[in-house]
């Protein structure tokens, strides 16, 4: 789980930090500012979508389906792709979170001790380490981005869609080693 956590923040967010920065080609309109906010929106809604796809559907196909969404998204940086990203992250964010509450009921059930600071703790720790290391990684991108370069893109679109396959393989496998 911490491993998940640590793909989560360290490099499935590579194509969402590089909104803001997208180029505005002549324009005095803000596309990244616009971009960003929209990406926002689809985090918002993302945990509402995917609890309504999980009521229709197994969660093993939630999973995939919010990778894909994370993964094509990146394809083709637009409007409607940025708010995209956003719902595919949240439902990975929020799916993450899930297994963490679990991790800490099934310790209190086994130990009988409560120890939710703990593993919550170590699961933050995680998040703020691996978020500086992805930013990190992403600082050579910016400016091959800001100058709507083909590979900084393809680049940053590369690594969130990778990362999303990991995290949707890894959490896959755990569900499948606890049935």
């Not at 394809?75 to 990203?85: D, N």
């Amino acid at each position: 789980m911490i491993l998940a956590f640590a793909i989560a923040t360290t490099l499935l967010p590579t194509l969402s930090r590089l909104l803001i920065f997208f180029p505005n080609f002549g324009s005095e309109n803000p596309q990244g500012a616009l971009l960003l906010t929209l990406f926002c929106l689809g985090c918002a809604l993302g945990p509402t979508i995917q609890h309504t796809v999980d009521l229709a559907v197994s969660k093993p196909l939630t999973d995939t389906f919010a990778m894909l969404i994370v993964a094509l998204s990146g394809l083709a940086i637009g409007l409607p792709s940025a708010t995209l990203h956003g719902v595919g992250l949240a439902a990975i964010g929020v799916r993450l979170w899930a297994k963490a509450a679990s991790v800490a009921m099934n310790d209190a059930t086994a130990s009988g001790r409560r120890r939710d600071a703990l593993i919550f703790g170590a699961v933050v720790s995680c998040i703020h380490f691996s978020s500086a290391l992805g930013l990190l990684i992403l600082g050579p991108a910016i400016e091959g981005f800001t100058q709507g370069s083909n590979n900084a893109i393809a680049f940053a679109t590369l690594v969130t869609a990778l990362s999303a396959f990991g995290i949707v393989l890894l959490t896959q496998k755990r569900e499948a080693a606890a049935a």
